[in-house]
């Protein structure tokens, strides 16, 4: 009896801790868990609320309603670049928020190592305590350079080629020479490297990248002088020999030697021949 009377306070405990921890639930996700440094590090946080009632999520001058902890290979938290803000959000019953957010805007991910993560999100009313995500673990790599041009005082472009397991992976970069840090990185894709990248920049100081990214396909990205990239476009063979960047007068950059490549509107038309040779060579009356 002793023993029933001891275990009492037990389950009571249990009855009131299990319905409050179960209110919010709090999940984070990653597409990846590998980055170059430089490169944003999105990371998805999903809030589902089961609370029993619509809720309304806000900060104040001193709390977030979602704060970050992401630590490093040394195990030590890392100190936030600095308070970061999120806007009110309304979650109605049953549903679920989600939102991603780069965490290399919020945290300094320049140096290589491995990183983990959880989040924590507060209720309206709650300071300190909260309800805690699930642990992510990534890592963050350096990646050698193909390519690099300085330009003007304080501006250094450069490709970089990372072998992430058994795929070559191209990236963008601009660096801010004066003090050393990536304006922007971005990830190109996929590159086969037995044709190699071709980079030239044009009279605005925009860098054009072309590469292999298929048999027969080839892709042209081009970053600004900020690091933004500015776009991406497909290319095919055309007749003659490999597209290459082409330097015109007025120092104008173009892709030779190429048709303009979309996958879906070619798949669109093999579709459409696929039906009409599906028809039948004669009809019955």
Do not use: C
């Not at 190592?113 to 305590?129: A, C, F, H, K, L």
């Not at 990830?187 to 086969?192: I, K, P, Q, T």
């Not at 979309?262 to 060579?281: H, I, L, M, N, Y």
């Amino acid at each position: 009896m002793t023993g029933l009377r001891s275990l009492l306070p037990l389950v009571l405990l249990g009855l009131f801790v299990a319905p409050a921890s179960a209110q919010i639930d709090v999940r984070l996700q990653m597409s990846r868990n590998t980055f170059v440094a430089g490169e944003p590090v999105p990371v998805s946080i999903s809030v589902t609320n089961n609370s029993g009632q619509d809720l309304v999520f806000q900060g104040n001058s001193r709390f977030g309603w979602i704060d970050f902890t992401v630590t490093s290979n040394r195990g030590v938290p890392m100190t936030p670049l600095g308070q970061p803000t999120f806007g009110a959000v309304k979650i109605q019953l049953g549903q679920t928020m989600t939102k991603t957010i780069d965490i290399a805007r919020l945290f300094p991910m320049q140096s290589m190592g491995n990183y983990s993560i959880y989040g924590v999100v507060r209720m309206p009313g709650q300071t300190t305590d909260g309800f805690i995500s699930n642990r992510l673990l990534f890592n963050i790599n350096t990646a050698r350079p193909y390519w690099s041009q300085k330009v003007g005082k304080d501006r250094e472009y450069r490709v970089l080629n990372f072998t992430g397991g058994k795929k070559n992976m191209l990236y963008a970069q601009v660096i801010n020479t004066r003090t050393g840090s990536p304006l922007q990185t971005h990830s190109l894709g996929e590159v086969l490297m037995f044709r190699k990248p071709s980079v030239a920049l044009d009279n605005r100081q925009v860098m054009h990248v072309l590469y292999l990214i298929g048999p027969t396909a080839w892709a042209h990205a081009r970053v600004g002088a900020d690091g933004s990239l500015l776009g991406r476009e497909l290319h095919k063979r055309g007749n003659g020999p490999d597209p290459q960047l082409v330097t015109v007068a007025g120092g104008i950059v173009q892709v030779a030697n190429s048709i303009p490549y979309d996958p879906k509107a070619e798949a669109e038309a093999r579709g459409r021949v696929r039906k009409a040779s599906d028809r039948p060579s004669f009809i019955f009356q």
